[in-house]
């Protein structure tokens, strides 16, 4: 897959790219709407025997809308969206740098510079999709600004439970911890990424060690809470259980949630590791024990639940 990447004002010509077919969008998470835009602008361009392409932005733009957030939390950071292009068999992605300047582009500006100077012969896009300034282009305008330089198809909207599948949906459902009706969504589970650092070192003193996983981009965090989980170390995966939170039995700080696991018969170092966690399930909420004895008894009982599970699933 070649990644291009752009920016406004570019200096590319049309004859600096082939003919392509290409699906728009931002594609956070590269959820089952996403896969039906992109896998229609696949099977289109496999048809037109043209390249197929997807054009994408970074960074997220209410990073430069909304001023004051420095960093949005994203389902897939670049990293892993690119990963899942790549998956599904896109020739060539086109990553435009979402700045003030693009985003004060007229809708026939954005036309001109990033489809029509691309050499873009056929944009496929969901039925919502808007471009240009303050989103003033749609789907509806987007014939007349071709100025019939190029064909588009609109995809319909894919549902689940009568609601869009979108990124905002997913976000808010990681943020009730719904991680196993993700699935339904993304069509896989969510994972982060992340590596292994020294915590408290307490864990292994109470018979659970467990490695606290330092996120690797800004991915967002399920709820707080217990979950069971899949580890992906190196090429192996393995089953474990993972908190989300504050450790409130031992300290009273709220300030930033710990992500820690503890891997189902693993036995050995981890620190430095890369590893994927991968959320299977929510089992319950963080607690506050009254002491040590009432924890372990507890994380035993998890211990057993999520065992029970992986062996059903
Ligand atoms: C599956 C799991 C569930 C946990 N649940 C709780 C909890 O409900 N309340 C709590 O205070 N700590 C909970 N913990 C966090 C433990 O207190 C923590 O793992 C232990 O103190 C070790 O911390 P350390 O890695 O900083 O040394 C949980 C940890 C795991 C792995
Ligand atoms: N459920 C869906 N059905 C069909 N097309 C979709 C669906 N969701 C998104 N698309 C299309 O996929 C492309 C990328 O979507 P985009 O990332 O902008 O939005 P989104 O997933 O709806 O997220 P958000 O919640 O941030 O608006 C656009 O062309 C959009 O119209």
Do not use: C
Request: proline content about 4%.
């Amino acid at each position: 897959m070649d990644i291009q990447e752009l920016q406004y004002p570019h200096t590319h010509s049309k004859n600096d790219f082939p003919e392509s077919v290409v699906a728009i969008g931002y594609f956070d998470g590269v959820h089952k709407g996403h896969q039906k835009v992109i896998q229609t602008a696949i099977d289109l361009a496999n048809e037109q025997g043209r390249e197929s392409a997807v054009m994408t932005f970074h960074p997220h733009p209410s990073v430069v809308l909304k001023k004051n957030k420095q960093q949005i939390e994203l389902i897939t950071p670049l990293e892993d969206k690119l990963n899942l292009l790549e998956q599904m068999g896109v020739d060539r992605v086109f990553l435009v740098t979402f700045d003030e300047d693009l985003a004060g582009l007229l809708p026939q500006e954005f036309v001109d510079y990033f489809f029509i100077g691309l050499n873009v012969q056929h944009v496929v896009a969901g039925f919502d999709f808007s471009y240009g300034k303050m989103g003033k282009g749609s789907m509806e305008t987007l014939p007349f600004h071709s100025r019939g330089a190029f064909s588009q198809t609109v995809v319909q909207k894919v549902e689940s439970e009568d609601e869009k599948v979108s990124s905002s949906y997913i976000r808010e459902e990681l943020h009730q911890g719904n991680v196993g009706y993700i699935y339904n969504l993304l069509g896989r589970y969510y994972t982060i990424k992340g590596t292994v650092v020294k915590g408290d070192q307490r864990g292994h003193t109470i018979g659970f060690p467990t490695a606290n996983i330092e996120r690797k981009d800004a991915y967002i965090l399920p709820q707080v809470g217990v979950y069971a989980v899949k580890v992906q170390i190196g090429d192996t995966i393995w089953n474990g259980m993972a908190n989300i939170g504050y450790k409130p039995t031992f300290s009273d700080s709220t300030e930033k949630p710990a992500v820690e696991v503890y891997v189902f018969d693993y036995e050995g170092d981890l620190y430095g590791q890369e590893l994927v966690v991968e959320w299977r399930k929510f089992i319950r909420n963080e607690t506050k024990f009254d002491g040590v004895h009432a924890l372990i008894e507890q994380l035993n009982q998890d211990e057993k639940e999520i065992r029970s599970f992986f062996n059903d699933n």
